[in-house]
């Protein structure tokens, strides 16, 4: 098992990592709180975060995951249900 499954494999079993619920928000307030999340997480030196964007019509789903495809810091991602774990 390489490093970066390791670390998706703790966070799924429960490790603490820092989390960010944005259920329930809309997604433009949603992507405010993810990029506030995403910079205490890497000036924190936080290794693994874990998203959640809950179910419902996906929409904020599509714009959580679109940020996080495209943001220089995340180099890898899993979703699970109804959130996502990222890896710095």
Known sequence: MDKD???FYAAELG???PTLDLHGFYPSDALDRLDI????CV???????RIIYGG?????REVV???IK??????????EGGSVIVLF
């Open 70 to 79: 495209e943001n220089k810091v995340i180099h890898s991602y899993q979703e």
């Open 43 to 49: 000036e924190i030196n936080s290794e693994s975060a």
């Open 37 to 40: 999340f995403i910079y205490k």
């Open 56 to 60: 419902g019509t996906g929409k904020l």
């Open 15 to 17: 490790a603490k990592i």
């Open 5 to 7: 499954s390791l670390k």
């Open 65 to 67: 995951l679109k940020k």
